[in-house]
């Protein structure tokens, strides 16, 4: 009765930590945290198999099965008495504003349930800092035959957003531009015009020159929405970024650490009354989107011309 729990901060590195834990060969059904109740969990997991045959559960993002007050003995029970022919295999993707917002999950009594007795991996570190580097260098070489330097891995992990997900995205799509199954480097220029396609690359440049008063950042804007509006994700981005700068300010600790990084060289520009400003202007954009305060020929006109005011607003 093997059972395991996979925690990351990406879902890439969730996923695949899961997979290595199942046992090879046996049927596995997969099942979301969401969708769980305590009898379902009962019915899977606490009935023997009447041939002893092997089986496996992976359930994923286990946080997001509420468990009820009365039934916390009853899972524990569960958990702790597995069919010995049975695999149980959880895992959780990790990702919260604030390493305080990170502690109280893995700390909280629910999530400790499912741990307790399991075999932990944690593979949280593997998306920060050196490690990110080596294990996109590790997949560059190894899957897709890509001989990247360490500057090249760098700049297709910032323009992913630090998301190894996205960047493995990105190196698959780069092999394909490969003419033979062998270790090859990528010339700048060809990584250059890939990554220059991606939306994310151009949504988070956009969101940098925000950030950074650019004054092409009204440009980048018309540019980006008219390709791919989406200006709530661009809401929700800055507001991240936003908060993060006023908790750095506050002395508190900003999660993931990648954007505690990207935040730091920002602390002297937006401080005090004007960073209070910022978000404030920010919380009336958001509220002027959704209940439709901008005026425009189109819904699109409208979402484009309530982000051009916030840009012009907030640098003037």
Known sequence: MPRYVVIARDPLLAEEGAQARLPSGVLCERQYGSD?????IFSQLAVA???????????VDIHDFKLLKKDGERLKEILSHLPPELTLVCSQVVQTETRGEEDRLLKGADFKLWCEGAEVDDLRAHSEGEQALQWLKQRATQRYRLALTKEQLKKVLLLSADSLALADTELYKLSLLKAADKLQPVPDSVLKANLSDNPAARFYELVDAIMLEQPDAQELLARLHGLNPDPHRLVAELRRRFLGLLALERGGEVQPPYLARQLRPLAGRWRGPRLSRAI??????????????????????????GLQLFIRELTA
């Open 49 to 59: 198999n009447l041939f002893a045959e092997q089986r496996a559960y992976h359930y």
């Open 36 to 40: 769980l109740s305590i009898d379902s």
């Open 280 to 305: 404030q202007a920010l919380a009336a954009l958001e509220h002027g989107l959704k209940s439709g305060a901008y005026m425009g020929e189109s819904s699109r006109d409208a979402e484009l011309a």
